[in-house]
């Protein structure tokens, strides 16, 4: 019953209960007039006999009078009970009222989204360069889902719930005998796990601090040392378990603080002789996205990787430039410097840059961008036994060169072409399948159009050399050409194509030599 009807029943009932009274008292007056013509009547008796009916005829009316009130008063006993109870009604009905709108006012606080990506894959050598060794080869779809749903409840306060699925064909199975693919573990085929799940707080005591607690991604600069925490399995997710704490010095500079348990591995910190196995990031991170003087994002950051299973203790000290001008020019310079303990023997001294420029003719028709980059990461110099020059990937682990590049040096131990160049390449690394980029130059020229704006094309070329080699060994690793396309159907969905070719350089010599290769189209859906 809604309130609208409530109140028409108020109303009704109130003019039924009027109506009742005034017919009662009605019925009192004209009983009270039809006795007066008897009582004028009575006087034509005898004295005795007219007081004696006048006295009975009295005795009755008062009697009628006595019953008809009692009657009355029982009415408007039973009518003020009925009237209670619609009260009530009316109060429940207006609680019900308010509570609707309470939850109309709940949705609002509430934002949700997801992401679906359907891909075709064909790809070949991926980890070799032997057309006769087909374990590398996959043909196959990937499916990839994910729903997310944010709580604001009040301005300062946001919760992020995010569910992620991810299947490589229908129908993959795994055997027991590699746990690493197990069904029942996170971020493998047909299983639904936890993407994310944090809480943001802001103002923190009051003060220009924000508080970011739970599972969380972790993007800074263009990704190169932080931005996948779970590289190991194939971009799925990216996430870390941890504490982000961001100062908000001013409006442009802001200072974040960090502790992220990359991999938990055994709960217990009784293994590896009490000294346990877990993997962190720690440290901090300054931005300040807009410099006074130049206008150019500025970027500074230390950060330490700990690995207690192998006794690794690795800080890094770098720093990032960038912009993109009104003029077409677009630029990011970074560079980073790392120290500390490699190993339980090794000192680390090692060394990375990444950079890129390009310059977009925003007054022609298709809009082209033509940009140069370069990548350097350094390699380990075999001299030096007390130390490791070799880089270490932190969390750059991504496929931001492409997939293949990824997958070349992806942590398989014998399986990768790779061990026949230098068998360190994974020497450092105790995460299977993270891709350990190091020891190598990567120097590209690229360009891309929009023939119209829902289209993207884009190519480029890039030389890949290796820092240091063995002896006999040639430091050239090979050329590397890619491709794509991307169509934009409307700001939900989106369609693309990319193709790439690795073609191994001298340094294979010894080994097969037959070309990798990764073809793909994708529909993507987000909202």
């Not at 072409?417 to 690229?446: F, K, P």
């Amino acid at each position: 019953m809604n309130a609208h009807s409530v109140f028409c029943q108020l109303f009704n009932f109130l003019e039924e209960m009027e109506e009742k009274m005034i017919k009662k008292i009605s019925t009192v007056a004209l009983a009270t007039l039809i006795c007066l013509p008897t009582l004028a009547s009575a006087g034509a008796g005898s004295s005795t006999d007219r007081v004696a009916d006048l006295e009975k005829q009295m005795a009755d009316m008062n009697k009628a009078f006595n019953a008809q009130m009692q009657a009355m008063k029982d009415e408007i006993a039973a009518l003020k009970t009925k009237n209670a109870e619609m009260g009530k009604e009316v109060a429940s009905t207006s609680d019900a009222v308010k509570k609707s709108f309470d939850s109309a006012e709940w949705t609002k606080k509430v934002t949700v989204g997801g992401q679906l990506t359907f891909r075709g894959y064909d790809i070949q050598n991926v980890w070799d360069f032997d057309d006769n060794a087909d374990g590398d080869n996959r043909s196959l779809f990937r499916t990839k889902g994910s729903l997310w749903a944010d709580f604001k409840p009040t301005d300062d306060v946001t919760a992020r719930i995010q569910l992620t699925n991810q299947s490589w064909g229908e129908g993959v199975t795994y055997t027991a005998s590699n746990p690493t693919n197990d069904t029942a573990l996170d971020n493998n085929s047909n299983k639904a796990f936890l993407d994310n799940a944090y809480v943001n707080v802001k103002n923190i005591l009051g003060l220009p601090v924000e508080g970011t607690f739970g599972r969380q991604n972790l993007i800074y600069g263009s990704g190169f040392v932080v931005l996948d925490g779970q590289s190991q399995f194939a971009s799925t997710s990216i996430y870390f378990d941890g504490v982000k704490l961001r100062w908000h010095i001013t409006d442009q500079l802001m200072l974040d603080g960090l502790y992220m348990k990359d991999q938990e591995n055994n709960v217990a910190n009784s293994v590896n002789g009490n000294a346990g196995d877990d993997q962190t990031l720690s440290g901090f991170y300054l931005t300040n996205k807009k410099c006074a003087i130049t206008g150019m994002q500025q970027e500074i950051y230390a950060l330490n990787r700990h690995d207690e299973a192998i006794k690794k203790d690795i800080w890094m000290y770098g720093l990032r430039l960038s912009d993109k001008l009104a003029n077409g020019i677009d630029y990011s310079l970074e560079a980073a410097l790392q120290t500390g303990d490699a190993n339980a023997t090794q000192d680390q001294d090692a060394w990375g840059t990444k950079l890129e420029a390009g310059y977009t003719f925003k007054d022609l028709g298709w809009k082209p961008r033509f940009y140069a980059q370069y990548a350097f990461m350094s390699g380990d110099d075999s001299s030096s036994a007390g130390d490791n020059e070799q880089w270490d990937v932190y969390y750059g682990g991504w496929p931001q060169w492409g997939d293949l590049l990824a997958w070349k040096y992806l942590n398989i131990g014998g399986g990768n072409s790779l061990n026949n160049v230098y068998g360190s390449y994974d020497a450092q690394s105790n995460v299977v399948g993270e891709a350990v980029y190091s020891n190598l130059q990567i120097a590209g020229l690229g360009a891309s159009v929009k023939p119209i704006d829902a289209v993207t094309l884009g190519i480029s070329y890039s030389k890949l050399t290796f820092d240091e080699t063995a002896a006999g060994i040639d430091d050239d690793f090979g050329d590397y050409y890619q491709a794509s396309a991307k169509y934009q159907y409307n700001k939900y969905l989106s369609f693309s194509l990319y193709g790439a070719l690795l073609a191994p350089g001298d340094a294979f010599n010894n080994t097969p030599k037959d070309d990798a290769t990764e073809a793909y189209w994708e529909a993507e859906f987000k909202f």
